[in-house]
Each structure stands twice: as structure tokens, then as C-alpha cells.
């Protein structure tokens, strides 16, 4: 045995990670206990589980999913033990039929002035790469609802704008409706001579009319988009191609209006 130390061994039989010591041409010298149980409840007993194994040829011919990653551990372990490399670093999957498993490799030199000696140990990091894809696949559900939110803000406020639209059109609508519809008549019934309770009446009836249309038209002429009442009637009756002439001979409406460059 290479370490006789008993406290050594000791030490080494204690720690989690899977440890073997390599000589100068790659061949284990010994393993702790970790690194055996490894090898037998796996069946490596004719491969990496044991001491007199040259672990470096077991990588150099690993082959299928894992040859690939074979030759890079092979690669690293000659480096450090050439002293071409401090250390070699791996984290790698190590998947079972029955479970998903992740191992981190660390190959480092034993210092000293005796024959070169290479420690290679395995730590099982399964818990911290599920955690990991725990992370990513909640990163990618969070993004994905950041990216839904997104969508729906801007059609809210596509809506919201169409909204806002509607309503100045429907505004819009009722103004014109109520001085080109409505108002005319009106003034026309305040003109005649009525008994003093029909005028009442129609006085009640303008008074109501300026209520619902003066907030109308604050609104209107704070987006600075108010006509007069005869632009309205006027707009109104050019947008049914009404003519100049026909449009003069309508009572109530200032001739001046007919030659108005809004309506020309």
C-alpha cells in the first residue's frame, strides 16, 4: 500500500468524495472507501474500482456517450501529472438507470520530493446541478410570464387608446347630433309665440341640452378641435353634398359661412 498511515486512511475512508491515488504512468495505487463502494455498486470492479488499474487507459478507452469525455479526462490527468497543469477541473454526468447523477473531478500532484503521485477525486454535485435546472427551468417560466405580461400591457393600452378614440368619436357624435339635429328646432320654437308654459318648457328643454353639451365642448376645445354650432351644421351638411346654394338657402345660418375656407 502506498499510504500506510493508519490515522491517513482513516481520513481518507471519511471523506464523501471518491478518491484514488495514481503513479506516474496513470496506475492506481490505492483508493478510499468512498471511491470502492462507488465501483461496486456500479460493477467497475474490472475497470477504475480497484488498485493495479491503469486508470488512464480505462479513459483512453471509454467508449459510446462517454469516450468523448474519456479522452479530455485522460488529457488533463497526463497534463498534471507531467506538470504541465497545476490541476484539472471536470464537472461531468455520471447518469444511472435508476438516476440522474453529476460528479466534480479535481486532479492535483502530491508535493514533495518522492516518486510523482496524483490524487483524483470525484464529489457527488447531483443536489447542486438539479437545483440549478430547478433554476433555469424557473428563470425560463418567469421570463416567459414577463414576456406574456408585456403583451398584455401593450394590448391594454392599445385598447385603452382605442377606448379613448371611441369616446371622443362618440363625443364628437352627440355634439353634432344635438346642433344639428336638435338645436335648430329648438331655437325655431323659442322664435314663436308660445303660451307661457310651452315656453317654459322649451327653455327647460335648451337649458338641459347646454348642460350635456358644455363639457363636450370644454373637452373639445381643450384638444383645440371646437367648431361653432353653424360649423358643425354647415361640416354636417357638406359631408351629405349638400351645394353652396342649397346650404344658403337653409335659414339660420350666417351667409359668411358658405365661403368659409374650412367647408371651400
Not at 364628437?172 to 325655431?188: E, R
Not at 327647460?204 to 367648431?227: C, F, G, Y
Request: with cysteine; proline share 4%; charged share 25%.
Amino acid at each position: 500500500m502506498e499510504i500506510k498511515d493508519s490515522l491517513a486512511n482513516i481520513i481518507l475512508d471519511a471523506l464523501s468524495a471518491h478518491i484514488a491515488i495514481l503513479d506516474g504512468k496513470g496506475v492506481i495505487l490505492q483508493t478510499n472507501r468512498a471511491w470502492q463502494k462507488f465501483a461496486d455498486d456500479n460493477r467497475f470492479q474490472n475497470s477504475a474500482g480497484g488498485a493495479s488499474i491503469n486508470y488512464l487507459s480505462v479513459c483512453d478507452l471509454a467508449k459510446g456517450d462517454n469516450s468523448q469525455e474519456g479522452k479530455t479526462v485522460a488529457k488533463g490527468i497526463r497534463a498534471v501529472i507531467n506538470g504541465e497543469a497545476n490541476e484539472f477541473l471536470l464537472d461531468y454526468p455520471c447518469h444511472s438507470p435508476t438516476e440522474k447523477r453529476w460528479f466534480y473531478m479535481r486532479v492535483t500532484r502530491i508535493p514533495g520530493s518522492g516518486p510523482m503521485r496524483a490524487v483524483v477525486s470525484h464529489e457527488n454535485i447531483t443536489a447542486l446541478k438539479l437545483a440549478e435546472e430547478a433554476l433555469k427551468v424557473h428563470e425560463q417560466e418567469l421570463e416567459l410570464k414577463t414576456q406574456h405580461l408585456e403583451e398584455v400591457n401593450t394590448a391594454l393600452k392599445v385598447l385603452l387608446q382605442q377606448r379613448d378614440k371611441d369616446k371622443a368619436d362618440l363625443e364628437g357624435k352627440v355634439l353634432n347630433n344635438i346642433y344639428v339635429l336638435i338645436s335648430p328646432y329648438v331655437a325655431k320654437l323659442k322664435n314663436k309665440k308660445l303660451k307661457s308654459g310651452d315656453k317654459a318648457l322649451i327653455d327647460i328643454i335648451d337649458t338641459h341640452l347646454q348642460d350635456i353639451v358644455s363639457p363636450l365642448l370644454q373637452r373639445l376645445a381643450n384638444a383645440k378641435i371646437i367648431l361653432t354650432p353653424q360649423e358643425i351644421q354647415v361640416a354636417t351638411l357638406v359631408k351629405e353634398g349638400k351645394s353652396s346654394k342649397e346650404i344658403a338657402d337653409i335659414p339660420k345660418l350666417h351667409p359668411s359661412l358658405f365661403s368659409h375656407p374650412k367647408f371651400l
